[in-house]
């Protein structure tokens, strides 16, 4: 098969979110839950920009492999009003001495880690209805009080 995807960058979300600022529900049968509040944030790109809208979460499962499965959801506004709905599911996982720093709040570099996701966006917009008819993949840098996604549409 030759017809090989392209990458188009999207945009660049940047989520703000509280250290220490968690919920633990603990030890389940599936891993180690917790839930990460979303307090707001931004996002750019070439044809659209706006806010994150404070109120989503970040639910984290770190599974026994030590692999942290993600699904993020929030709300995306447009500066020019657009509500966009976004459900992020992806994976990140590195060595077990690094994953402890990033739990602990330390800020370790991206090289140092995998964070990939999949986006999907959802909105009644025209303007923006572009997001509903695409498969979108992201990468992921996590700070202690910031998380940068990168969004990408698959072409």
């Given at each position: 098969m030759n017809d090989q995807p392209f990458l188009e960058f999207?945009?660049?979300?940047?989520?703000k979110v509280e250290p220490g600022k968690g919920f633990e529900a603990g030890a389940t049968p599936k891993g180690w839950?917790?839930?990460?509040?979303?307090?707001?944030?931004?996002?750019?790109g070439p044809s659209i920009k706006g806010t994150v809208i404070?109120?989503?979460?970040d639910f984290q499962l770190l599974r026994n492999d030590n692999?942290?499965?993600i699904d993020?959801?929030?709300?995306?506004?447009?500066?020019?009003?657009?509500?966009?709905?976004?459900?992020?599911?992806?994976?990140?996982?590195?060595?077990?001495e690094v994953m402890q720093q990033m739990a602990n709040g330390i800020e370790v570099s991206p090289s140092l880690y995998y964070f990939r996701s999949v986006p999907q966006f959802e909105t009644g917009s025209e303007k923006y209805d572009w997001l509903n008819r695409a498969v979108f993949a992201a990468n992921g840098i996590r700070r202690p009080a910031e998380v940068i996604i990168g969004v990408f549409k698959i072409l």
């Open positions: 999207v945009f660049e979300i940047r989520i839950r917790r839930m990460i509040p979303i307090t707001g944030g931004s996002f750019e404070a109120g989503g979460y692999v942290m499965e993020a959801r929030y709300v995306l506004q447009t500066d020019d009003g657009a509500l966009i709905t976004i459900v992020n599911r992806g994976l990140r996982h590195a060595e077990k």
